[in-house]
């Protein structure tokens, strides 16, 4: 099974040091059928079908669409598969792809959204649109831009893009919270991380770090897990300690002058914790340290 990187793997590579568009508007054809390929994509997409079929597969459900249907799909990873209409026919689809910044930029310019209606479940990871005057027309507006030789003026493609997400935020709201949504989580997240990354305090609580990431304890308790696959306090416990043995490797300091540096209320529960983790008592493992 073939894997591809989107939009990169069909797209100029950008230079390096230069800033990778927000925005990719891409007409596609092949004339041969695709088999299904695993595809990690690092931007949202409008897929624009105008001829053949497609069929995507995400974890949670799958969407199979032909001609004069169209799909929002949601950055992450699929498998798809592009079957022609006939021999004598190619697949043909307009691709506009687009970042989660061009989607906060779009959040921001346009504030009374955000009275769309939060998912209460999880959101699903595509929508599939019928095609219809509007949606028609906007295609053909897609390929006269091409035609014009404006393919890569950002200016004009974040235009497009506003315009039909506000198109998409009239005929299924639903869809654009969902993408509002999955936003949403991934600038949760990328807060958690760069939090954890930083030079935290010992004494930090799980409090305090939930408080710094502007999360609330319980989902803060529950992305940490999802992110990091334990507990925040496990992790926290794992990095006291490994801490603490660094500083009994060094020799220097006693283990009555590392248990509270290292962020622990009472000699008794550094022991505890330390002897589960490593399976003997502080002491012991500085002992067994080379001189």
């Not at 506009?96 to 779009?106: I, Y």
């Amino acid at each position: 099974m073939k894997q591809f990187l989107l939009p990169d793997d069909i797209v100029a590579r950008t230079a390096a040091g230069m800033a990778r568009p927000d925005t990719y508007l891409i007409p596609y054809e092949t004339s041969s059928n695709r088999e299904r390929s695993k595809i990690t994509m690092r931007y949202h997409l409008f897929s624009f079908l105008t001829q053949g079929e497609k069929v995507v597969t995400y974890p949670t459900a799958t969407a199979r669409i032909g001609p004069g249907q169209f799909l929002l799909l949601s950055a992450g990873n699929c498998l798809m598969s592009e079957k022609l209409a006939s021999a004598n026919h190619s697949y043909k689809s307009m691709l506009l792809f687009f970042s989660d910044e061009a989607l906060t930029a779009f959040f921001l310019k346009y504030p009374n959204l955000e009275r769309l209606e939060t998912p209460p479940f999880a959101p699903p990871p595509f929508h599939v649109f019928n095609a219809d005057e509007f949606l028609t027309n906007f295609v053909c507006s897609l390929k006269l831009l091409l035609g014009n030789g404006t393919e890569w003026d950002a200016s004009l493609q974040q235009l497009k893009l506003e315009e039909l997400l506000l198109y998409v935020s009239r005929q299924q709201p639903a869809a654009l919270s969902a993408l509002r949504a999955r936003v949403s989580e991934t600038a949760e997240n990328q807060r958690i991380r760069e939090v954890m990354a930083a030079d935290l305090p010992t004494h930090i609580t799980v409090e305090d770090l939930a408080f710094l990431c502007h999360s609330s304890l319980s989902t803060f308790k529950r992305r940490f897990a999802k992110l990091y696959g334990t507990s925040p306090n496990r992790w926290l416990t794992q990095q006291r300690l490994a801490i603490a043995a660094q500083l009994l490797r060094q020799g220097t300091l006693k283990t009555s002058d590392i248990y509270d540096q290292v962020g622990y209320e009472s000699m008794s529960s550094f022991i505890q914790s330390f002897k589960q983790a490593y399976g003997i008592t502080p002491k012991k493992y500085q002992m067994q340290q080379p001189v």
